[in-house]
């Protein structure tokens, strides 16, 4: 197509008489983007809890609390340094891995209703781990699960951050 062709299609576009579509169509269209720009709480969480669902679960076939092993070495090495430091960065590991995750395949507005409210949904993902694991037997300690949950909001925020850093490096954006 010669570049008079394209001038005379666009001249001819622009002298076109603007046709609205119906009402109905338009609100349509309207509440299914504003739908997809600010999506519920009700379907991010979901989506948040079905991704740690996948992650949080195949980290626990490796776990060697579990007798599956795998990452029995590093366990070790962390008891060196106490029950804490373990029960930290397990917490850490968990949910940091998910988050990581969910910043990477998460839409990028779902990953910003999670960033907005921080703390909250990572929270309600290791409170819910907590009584799954409860109901399958787990021997649950105070103190330990408090260092736990500290290392889950630790691993959340900081694995959601990444995984949103790493997404807007490997599209050619800065922050």
Known sequence: M?????????????????ISPPSTIAENIHRTV????????AKVSLKATLVHLVVGNALLLICPQFGVGGFSGLVLILMKFGHEVCMF???LLFLGTSALV???VLRPEEVRVLRRIRWFPFLALSL???????LLG?????????????GTLVGGIAGLELGWLVRLHLRGRTI
């Open 2 to 18: 010669t570049t008079h062709r394209w001038i005379q299609e666009f001249e001819e576009f622009v002298r076109t008489e603007e």
């Open 138 to 150: 787990a021997q649950i300690l105070f103190l330990l699960m408090l260092v736990w949950l500290v």
């Open 89 to 91: 960065t397990c917490g």
């Open 34 to 41: 504003a739908a997809d720009l600010h999506p519920s709480w």
């Open 128 to 134: 819910g781990s907590l009584a799954v694991l409860s």
């Open 102 to 104: 969910m910043g990477l």
